[in-house]
């Protein structure tokens, strides 16, 4: 059989226009098999495989109608065209609604083949390109659910290895006597945790291009009240998040802004005997969010103390930055208020 020869199968009890069909469509390209009922139609099309199948209206016991509804119930059914009198308008439309991919007025002459092979072909050719889009976007879809694995696989291993440099810190923190270097690389260790976090959300979620900021910011803020909160003198955390979810590099930011300014106000807003409270938002507003972190301490100016490096300080901007954002203070009430507004995208 030739490599573009079509197997047509031509379903119709009529045995003169069944021997005519054979002859001209075969002339036209086709490998015609014929049922004269279908009953007969419909096992063949079990048995054996068609590119496309014609069928007649009107046929004793089960019509073209019936016969189509139980083709297009097969498994990969082929692409059917319907055959119709001149006068049946309304049971061409009956048999598109019913799945046929095409149909052609019955009439008498070459010409009439000449437009039946005309919509097989066309049939086709559509049923191909079809089947070609079906094929590349189940390829797609693999190729997206292979790389959603490989990447939460890859957050899956950051996040350990964050986890393992933090327990490296750890442990030479211990090791130290120098209190001040002892706090420096506390820090070092929220930093890192902020991120670890942002990574454990991604491989623990189905989407892998967003982080549920309610979600991220509650654990983070759970770690960062570990190491703050206290009972003498009273100190806690306060959070309130809108519902979001930010591309992961916002997230990473916004963590670390969060973890920069949280830690701040602790250190700085209250004395050590001061009881007090730290306050986190972050509330959407249309396209953009708004990040607030406040306290009710001494606010901007406090009594001299010994400061830090400024790392917190340049981190804060560099994050910001990031955001193609900047930090706002207001200090107009008690205590300060930081602001950071960014886009949603």
Request: glycine share 8%; with cysteine; charged share 25%.
């Amino acid at each position: 059989m030739p490599h573009n020869l079509r197997r047509l199968l031509y379903i119709d009890d009529d045995a003169g226009l069944r021997a005519l069909a054979t002859r001209a469509l075969t002339r036209r390209g086709f490998d015609v098999t014929c049922a004269d009922s279908g009953e007969a139609g419909i096992a063949l099309a079990r048995s054996e495989h068609f590119d496309l199948v014609a069928v007649d209206h009107y046929m004793p016991g089960m019509d073209g109608l019936a016969t189509l509804v139980q083709l297009r119930a097969l498994e990969n059914p082929p692409p059917v065209v319907y055959v119709t009198g001149s006068e049946e308008g309304p049971v061409a439309v009956a048999a598109l609604k019913a799945g046929a991919a095409d149909y052609v007025v019955k009439t008498v002459g070459a010409d009439f083949f000449d437009l039946l092979a005309a919509a097989l072909d066309h049939v086709r050719e559509h049923s191909a390109l079809e089947r070609d889009k079906r094929l590349a976007e189940e390829r797609l879809r693999a190729s997206n659910a292979r790389l959603e694995a490989l990447l939460g696989e890859v957050n899956h291993r950051v996040a350990n290895s964050l986890q393992l440099v933090n327990a490296m810190i750890r442990l030479q923190a211990n090791a130290l006597d120098n209190e001040e270097a002892r706090q420096a690389l506390a820090d070092t260790e929220r930093r890192i945790e902020a991120i670890a976090q942002v990574h454990r959300r991604l491989y623990t979620s189905d989407d892998v291009e967003g982080v549920d900021m309610e979600d991220y910011l509650k654990a983070l803020v759970d770690e960062l009240g570990e190491a703050w909160s206290s009972d003498e003198p009273r100190r806690a955390l306060r959070l309130e998040v809108d519902p979001m979810r930010l591309p992961p590099d916002s997230a990473v930011s916004l963590g670390v802004i969060v973890n920069e300014l949280v830690s701040n106000a602790f250190k700085y807003a209250y004395g050590p005997t001061v009881p007090g409270e730290v306050r986190i938002s972050l509330k959407q507003d249309g396209d953009a969010y708004m990040l607030a972190v406040e306290d009710d301490g001494v606010g901007m100016d406090p009594t001299p103390r010994t400061r830090g490096s400024g790392l917190g300080s340049r981190l804060i901007k560099a994050m910001a930055q990031s955001l193609r954002g900047s930090i706002q203070y207001d200090t107009s009430g008690q205590g300060v208020r930081a602001v950071l507004r960014g886009a949603m995208a």
